[in-house]
T-cell receptor
Framework: AQKVTQAQTEISVVEKEDVTLDCVYETRDTTYYLFWYKQPPSGELVFLIRRNSFDEQNEISGRYSWNFQKSTSSFNFTITASQVVDSAVYFC????????????FGIGTKLQVIP | DAGVIQSPRHEVTEMGQEVTLRCKPISGHNSLFWYRQTMMRGLELLIYFNNNVPIDDSGMPEDRFSAKMPNASFSTLKIQPSEPRDSAVYFCASADSFTGELFFGEGSRLTVL
């Protein structure tokens, strides 16, 4: 069975603070993909990143960075110098298999950035 | 590309009525997913198709729900009869199964009175 746990349901930070969103996953498969998606108040789901299970390198994209640690089955997401526009619900997701990808989402973390 | 197109964007219906949600995936994508989003349960995978074939429908809540993909450019999710607890936003997503990135439509917000 596959499972994604986002223990933080809601986080509030003041603008310019750094914030880390936690994601822990469970799977017995050795080949899998991890994703982060953003859902702003307008409701659409926006792709942020995809990482495969064989690539543990951390990634940085502007103010966003991701820390993938297979040893702890975690794929955490950090926003540096948060901005009001970062306010959204963030979903971590796990996709299994190659070819057929069953993608399971976590419950989401609602981030509120206060001006 | 126009992206994943869903219709209708909003649907209000009465309990017991049939509801049909429609999805046009991105051309060339061979995987299609239907998700339901509610406050209580978040994003739930209902069913997914690969090359128009249903692969896993274990998330379909009950027999009132059915999904079809008659060709590579069209899928439907049908609820018959609808109930108030079906009220949710239903998302369709498509993906190239080798890259795995899901592209979501804007969702269909269903309200069952």
């Amino acid at each position: 069975a596959q499972k994604v746990t986002q223990a933080q349901t809601e986080i509030s930070v003041v603008e310019k603070e750094d914030v880390t969103l936690d994601c822990v996953y469970e799977t017995r498969d050795t080949t899998y993909y991890l994703f982060w998606y953003k859902q702003p108040p307008s409701g659409e789901l926006v792709f942020l990143i995809r990482r495969n299970s064989f690539d543990e390198q951390n990634e940085i994209s502007g103010r966003y960075s991701w820390n993938f640690q297979k040893s702890t089955s975690s794929f955490n997401f950090t926003i540096t110098a948060s901005q009001v526009v970062d306010s959204a619900v963030y979903f971590c997701a796990l996709g299994l298999g190659v070819g057929y990808q069953k993608v399971t989402f976590g419950i989401g973390t609602k981030l509120q950035v206060i001006p | 590309d126009a992206g994943v197109i869903q219709s209708p964007r909003h649907e209000v219906t009465e309990m017991g009525q049939e509801v049909t949600l429609r999805c046009k995936p991105i051309s060339g994508h061979n995987s299609l997913f239907w998700y339901r989003q509610t406050m209580m349960r978040g994003l739930e995978l209902l069913i997914y198709f690969n090359n128009n074939v249903p692969i896993d429908d274990s998330g379909m809540p009950e027999d009132r729900f059915s999904a079809k993909m008659p060709n590579a450019s069209f899928s439907t999710l049908k609820i018959q009869p609808s109930e108030p607890r079906d009220s949710a936003v239903y998302f369709c997503a498509s993906a190239d199964s080798f890259t795995g990135e899901l592209f979501f439509g804007e969702g269909s917000r269903l309200t069952v009175l």
